[in-house]
Nanobody, 115 residues
Framework: QLQLVESGGALVQPGGSLRLSCAAS????????VGWYRQAPGNQRDLVAS???????DYADSVKGRFNISRDNAKNTVYLQMNSLKPEDTAVYYC?????????WGQGTQVTVSS
């Protein structure tokens, strides 16, 4: 069964760090592009980072220099390391292929940045 499961979200203070995980089953992250997306209340779901099949990465301007996307092919998992977190990073974070496939959206993981 094709599935992507997000984890690692938490409540963190501004300036803190978190690492999100996206565990894949039924699909190899090494042969598809994978993206991390986020959606804050009242906002659309936006792509924040992606890693292509060849390993190249891309980031939204709002997270460049603070977030890092990586993957572990042996664990079939994609990570999002988030540093210097800001309140505006508060959102539900999802992973999906890039481009996204409707049927692969999971429950997401909540990241809240607040003091």
């Amino acid at each position: 069964q094709l599935q992507l499961v997000e984890s690692g979200g938490a409540l963190v203070q501004p300036g803190g760090s978190l690492r999100l995980s996206c565990a894949a089953s039924g699909i190899a992250v090494s042969i598809v592009g994978v993206g991390w997306y986020r959606q804050a209340p009242g906002n659309q779901r936006d792509l924040v980072a992606s890693i292509a099949r060849g390993g190249s990465t891309d980031y939204a301007d709002s997270v460049k220099g603070r977030f890092n996307i990586s993957r572990d092919n042996a664990k079939n998992t994609v990570y999002l390391q988030m540093n210097s977190l800001k309140p505006e990073d508060t959102a539900v974070y999802y992973c999906n292929t890039r481009p996204a496939v409707r049927g692969l959206w999971g429950q997401g993981t909540q990241v809240t940045v607040s003091s």
